[in-house]
């Protein structure tokens, strides 16, 4: 899809949380696949995700349909292994939450 016809974020989302390289995600997909993999790109040009087994980068699965999902969750795995759900988190740029209030100048 050409870049005029995507939808422009604005204020009007609500920011929920970052991804990055190698965050876990599960993803509910319209037929009711839950898929529990490692986050590892989009396609800029499909909007596809692309997911894979943490050791097994040859798992490697694209195409995955962001706007179509039924639910997309970021988990925190903790040093013991156990995966929580990322219900919010702060929206940084550069080490400092956006939109914090200033103190005196």
């Known amino acids: 899809m050409d870049e005029a016809h995507w939808t422009a974020i604005d204020g009007g989302f609500e920011f929920r949380f970052s ?15 839950t898929i529990l993999d490692y986050f590892r790109g989009f396609d800029r040009h499909t909007g596809g995700l692309a997911v ?12 995955i349909g962001a706007r179509k999902l039924l639910r997309f969750r970021k988990l925190q795995v903790n040093r013991l292994g156990e ?8 929206r940084l740029w550069r080490g400092e939450i956006c ?3 200033r103190g005196p100048a």
């Open 99 to 101: 939109g914090a209030p």
């Open 19 to 33: 991804l990055y390289l190698m965050n876990l995600v599960e993803m509910t997909k319209p037929d009711g696949e």
């Open 83 to 90: 995966a929580h759900v990322v219900e919010r988190e702060p």
């Open 52 to 63: 894979s087994q943490v050791a097994d980068s040859s798992s490697l699965r694209r195409g």
